[in-house]
């Protein structure tokens, strides 16, 4: 299986704030690689697909960058509603796996 | 627009079988997509279960493979997770998925999923 990892596995920011959540893949995955915002009680939602691209409605603060076995997401200008779980997921192989999440907290 | 909807027991006994079906409304069963499984347990991270194309072809989670069948229905518009011999190890809210063939195999609808416990 391909092992997915982030970093940090929390991260304190501050409305406004630009951030940043790195994922790892244990092999290369080229960029198949998803990126998912999940709040409490809640089913995941897609951000971005393809390491890249934005999915329809997504607000353009979001970007997702990266290939083969490095992928950041970037939130510039962090908005309330933006505090949340984190989760990255490689669509390269089977099984598909995520990684363990990122809860982004208000510092 | 599509939209799914998880329903079955909240409660299953351990050793028993875990039986989940996945209606879908604002689109056809017979798409080109794969419709998926994923769980999550309370307070932990996601993991894929599984996958079912409208031909019946599946792709299971190796680790769950020797228990898990998921089948479709098309008459009815939906298709079924079966987790069988469960354990308190498979308590988790189960969600049903979809992609589009944009997002490949990454999920752009979601159930809003549904707790299974197991418990005696």
């Known amino acids: 299986d391909i092992q997915m990892t982030q970093s940090p596995s929390t991260l304190s920011a501050s409305v406004g704030d630009r951030v940043t959540i790195t994922c790892r893949a244990s092999?290369?995955?080229?960029?198949?690689l998803a990126w998912y915002q999940q709040k409490p009680g809640k089913a995941p939602k897609l951000l971005i697909y393809?390491?890249?691209s934005l999915e329809s409605g997504v607000p353009s603060s979001f970007s997702g960058s990266g290939s083969g076995t490095e992928f950041t997401l970037t939130i510039t200008s962090l908005q309330p509603d933006d505090f949340a779980t984190y989760y990255c997921?490689?669509?390269?192989?089977?099984?598909?796996?995520f990684g363990q999440g990122t809860k982004l907290e208000i510092k | 627009q599509v939209q799914l909807q998880e329903s079955g027991p909240g409660l299953v006994k351990p050793s028993g079988t875990l039986s989940l079906t996945c209606v879908v409304s604002?689109?056809?069963?017979?798409?080109?997509?794969?419709w998926t499984w994923v769980r999550q347990p309370p307070g932990k991270g996601l993991e894929w279960i599984g996958e079912?194309?409208?031909?019946?072809?599946?792709n299971y989670n190796p680790s769950l493979k020797s228990r898990v069948t998921i089948s479709v229905d098309k008459s009815k518009n939906q298709f079924s997770l079966k987790l069988s011999s469960v354990t308190a190890a498979d308590t988790a809210v189960y969600y049903c998925?979809?992609?589009?063939?944009?997002?490949?195999?990454?999920?752009?609808?979601w159930g809003q999923g549904t707790l299974v416990t197991v418990s005696s």
């Open positions: 079912i194309y409208h031909s019946g072809s599946t």
């Open positions: 092999q290369s995955i080229s960029s198949w």
């Open positions: 604002g689109g056809s069963i017979s798409s080109s997509n794969w």
């Open positions: 997921q490689q669509c390269d192989s089977y099984p598909y796996t």
């Open positions: 393809k390491a890249s």
């Open positions: 998925a979809r992609g589009e063939e944009y997002s490949s195999s990454s999920w752009v609808y």
